[in-house]
């Protein structure tokens, strides 16, 4: 059974810095992509990042292209979204996916609980 979990969300102020991390368990990690989504209160689910089984390829969103970096570690089966320049309107609930490709991540039957990343003005 796949399980995701993410961590390393909480309150910072606007121009501040986040790490989130999402452990993976369950699969042969390394064989693939990852990704990250958010959802803020009222909105949908929104493509935040993605990256590749190999980490050779990376994929943003153009709202967070400069700001925020996806990187993995295959050894600790973990993904990373380091999160830069922040600003209120990142507020929202972090999810993380695992799945075949980059461009289906979004099909995931796996998700973590969330993580809640608020940012104040």
């Known amino acids: 059974q796949v399980q995701l979990v993410e961590s390393g969300g909480g309150l910072v102020q606007a121009g501040g810095s986040l790490r989130l991390s999402c452990a993976a368990s369950g699969r042969t990690f390394s064989n693939y992509a990852m990704g990250w989504f958010r959802q803020a209160p009222g909105k949908e689910r929104e493509f935040v990042a993605a990256i590749s089984g190999s980490a050779d390829s990376t994929y943003y969103a153009e709202s967070v292209k400069g700001r925020f970096t996806c990187s993995r570690d295959n050894v600790k089966n973990t993904v990373y979204l380091q999160m830069n320049s922040l600003k209120p309107e990142d507020t929202a609930v972090y999810y993380c996916?695992?799945?075949?490709?980059?461009?289906?991540?979004?099909?995931?039957?796996?998700w973590g609980q969330g993580t809640q990343v608020t940012v104040s003005s």
């Open positions: 996916a695992i799945n075949s490709y980059m461009w289906n991540l979004e099909d995931s039957d796996y």
